[in-house]
């Protein structure tokens, strides 16, 4: 360690910025399509060598990485290098690269972090205001949908609603059904949450009918709901038949997370109705 620094005193900077962009390329090409295998490595080389556009390249390709190994402090961090570095890159599609990483860096901030944090709402904030700028509606309508999710978990039921009001109105003039499917499942958990079950029921009821010939993963979420408002709203056997349905939607889709989500609304419905032996099925069928 001792040479290393010695010697490296004796390299002028300019030299040092040199040999950097001249191992980083070397390694990048002899990578090839495996180069993002070395992306953290290339990042700091090509960032050392002030090739800042590739830098921001590679620190962004090795946050996916970090992010797809659950090593979540070290893509937040990552993901904030790429973004910090954005102005010294002078891209022509700035905007556009920093909200392609925003979303992922806010999973990231959840994890790490938890919802409560203010970072997550300056993350939406700011990816809002990127996507309206570009004129992306696509990826406005993607930040509006996780910006909802971080408002219900935190509480915020009424700014929820307002976001659930934006993503149907977005819905409706696309007129496309998986949207609008999306767009009433999330007022009918907004309105049910706030208490206000008739609007809840119509809203899911509503997101049922749309979506009656498409096998959609959010159908038995819907249905599942539904059961539970019906349960609030008196109508115990009402409940207990759309518990089923929504189990039965679940079990045609084959996927864990919406069976494992039915099993768990269905066995609710059943505790709440006193059937207890039944319930502990569905929990045990859950592990």
């Not at 490595?41 to 990485?65: G, H, P, S």
């Not at 806010?106 to 939406?124: F, L, M, N, P, R």
């Not at 019906?230 to 207990?240: E, T």
Request: net charge negative; with cysteine.
């Amino acid at each position: 360690a001792m040479y290393q620094q010695g010697l490296s005193s004796r390299v002028s900077e300019a030299r040092r910025v040199e040999w950097q962009g001249k191992i980083a390329a070397r390694e990048e090409q002899a990578y090839g399509t495996d180069a993002r295998d070395i992306a953290g490595q290339l990042a700091v080389r090509f960032a050392t060598a002030r090739q800042y556009d590739r830098a921001v390249k590679y620190f962004e390709l090795a946050a996916r990485n970090a992010l797809a190994g659950n090593a979540y402090i070290e893509a937040d961090r990552l993901y904030g290098k790429a973004i910090e570095m954005l102005p010294l890159a002078q891209l022509d599609d700035a905007g556009r690269v920093e909200l392609r990483m925003l979303l992922p860096r806010s999973v990231a901030v959840i994890v790490t972090q938890g919802y409560a944090t203010d970072e997550i709402d300056k993350i939406h904030q700011r990816a809002l205001t990127l996507a309206r700028d570009c004129g992306d509606q696509p990826a406005a309508v993607r930040v509006l949908h996780s910006a909802w999710s971080t408002c219900v978990a935190q509480g915020h039921l009424h700014r929820a609603r307002s976001l659930a009001i934006e993503i149907s109105d977005q819905a409706e003039l696309t007129s496309d059904k998986t949207a609008l499917l999306q767009a009433y499942a999330k007022l009918g958990q907004t309105s049910f949450h706030l208490g206000e079950l008739a609007m809840a029921r119509a809203y899911f009821e509503n997101a049922l009918v749309i979506s009656a010939d498409m096998p959609d993963e959010e159908r038995p979420r819907v249905a599942g709901y539904l059961a539970w408002t019906l349960w609030y709203l008196g109508f115990p056997d009402a409940a207990s038949r759309m518990s089923q349905e929504a189990l039965q939607m679940a079990r045609a889709l084959k996927g864990h997370y919406g069976l494992v989500f039915g099993l768990g609304f269905a066995a609710w419905v059943h505790a709440f109705r006193g059937e207890l032996p039944e319930a502990q099925t569905l929990v045990d069928e859950q592990f």
